[in-house]
């Protein structure tokens, strides 16, 4: 296992604004405070989501969308670089009115509402293709 | 996007009560340790739970009861003021026999056994009506 | 409810090793920082993964395995000691390729890829059998 101790520069609560994108408001987040590296979670509800699934075999994701208001029932991530650019790799757990819960990579979703909270770290995270996964992970 | 940066107070770490409720034993803590804002994720087991689900039309919450033991699967939320009461906001995913996993607002839940991580910032938070989304909002 | 304010003596990022056990990986991070006490928030991906959903009534643990590839939306957990020994107590959200999520109790799981925060506490925590619920809990 590779792991890092990190330094906090400074701790944030967000509020999403309705009608943008949930990954690019985290992303937005991370711009404003200058964050290269930082880990979040947060809550709310969409308007919709593409949530992503990684398939293991084919190393390539599969979306899937969901054109329906749901819940955001935990969203967990980080903020790392990417190619450059501040990437907010975000995993989220939706739900429907019935409760039914879905969950996965959440690539997109348009805010209805949502509550954030990140921590940024001192020293920049970068992210690297690895050649096991095929994915692009730091550290 | 708003957003604010946060100084904690202090950090806590809890056990919920068996036989409470979950939402007030997190707004119990709150109170015990003056939170006006605070940032948490718990985990642990409910006897029976009413989730809510934001209808987005009709701005209104509509409510689901499950009536059976559930697992607490991960459970992330926020300490602010409301009409001057302290609220946690509290989202939740449970999960029954099965793996079968259910979420959205946990407005109540009977605690099996509760575990939580609450850090409680300086500035406190306050709700207030949203007129784009007719929530209770902060910042 | 008991509560007690804790005081960070490290915060850390970890990639969990493709092939290894998911809970090992967050216990070995725990080990290697020298974590007696400790709170994580993490993300990613299993091969596969054994859940367990705890039988109020029976006060024994069922067991669920699903032998696929999962997303791993959202994990919640804590390090504590246990009989001596570093335990992450960890429950999990995964999801399929439908973007239908399972969650619970995650004994174990084959991590694909993982991304793991954990902030380590001063003081440790220690488990003990609670009579009302047949659990091991601290505090």
Same sequence: chains 1, 2, 3.
């Avoid at 084919?58 to 903020?79: H, I, K, M, Q």
């Avoid at 989220?92 to 009115?97: E, F």
């Amino acid at each position: 296992m590779n792991y890092r101790e990190v330094e906090t520069d400074g701790e944030y609560l967000a509020r999403l604004e309705t009608g943008s994108d949930w990954r690019a408001e985290l992303e937005a987040l991370a711009d404003r405070v200058e964050a290269d590296a930082g880990w979040f979670t947060a809550m709310g509800a969409v308007e919709d989501a593409e949530v992503w699934f990684y398939d293991q075999d084919e190393t390539e994701y599969r979306s899937v969308e969901f054109d329906e208001p749901l819940e955001v029932a935990a969203c967990v991530g980080n903020v790392a670089l990417l190619d450059g650019e501040r990437f907010a790799h975000t995993h989220a757990v939706l739900s429907r009115r019935s409760g039914q819960a879905l969950a996965g990579h959440l690539n997109a979703g348009t805010v209805f509402a949502g509550e954030a909270y990140l921590r940024a770290f001192e020293t920049p995270l970068e992210r690297e293709r690895d050649d096991v996964t095929d994915l692009d992970l730091w550290l």
